[in-house]
Nanobody, 122 residues
Framework: QVHIVESGGGLVQPGGSLRLSCVAS????????IGWFRQAPGKEREGLAC????NDRIYYAESVKGRFTISRNGLFLQMNMLKPEDTAVYYC???????????????????WGQGTQVTVSS
């Protein structure tokens, strides 16, 4: 059984950086993909970045491209040049035993962490 736990959230000033971590136990080492999502109050959950173990392709949402970087194994999300509109609960998600490219839609993932709060404010 796969279990996911995120950490690394907190309060940061605009322009600052945070690095989120995801511990994902039980994933198939060769065939899975991992994505990062966020959900702000009153908004839908938004896909930010993902990576597939089968082809190493990485995808980013336009809203974070150039500012956020997902690690090759998907377990870290480096967030730079943070803005107040980045404030949200951030989630790590995975799909196990899958041999295809990842995507940024929530229905493509069936394993979710509990989320970690990121607040960008001065």
């Amino acid at each position: 059984q796969v279990h996911i736990v995120e950490s690394g959230g907190g309060l940061v000033q605009p322009g600052g950086s945070l690095r989120l971590s995801c511990v994902a136990s039980g994933l198939n080492s060769e065939y899975h993909y991992i994505g990062w999502f966020r959900q702000a109050p009153g908004k839908e959950r938004e896909g930010l970045a993902c990576v597939s173990s089968s082809n190493d392709r990485i995808y980013y949402a336009e809203s974070v491209k150039g500012r956020f970087t997902i690690s090759r194994n998907g377990l870290f999300l480096q967030m730079n040049m943070l803005k107040p509109e980045d404030t949200a609960v951030y989630y790590c998600a995975a799909r196990n035993r899958v041999f295809r490219a990842c995507g940024l839609l929530t229905f493509e993932y069936d394993i979710w962490g509990q989320g970690t709060q990121v607040t960008v404010s001065s």
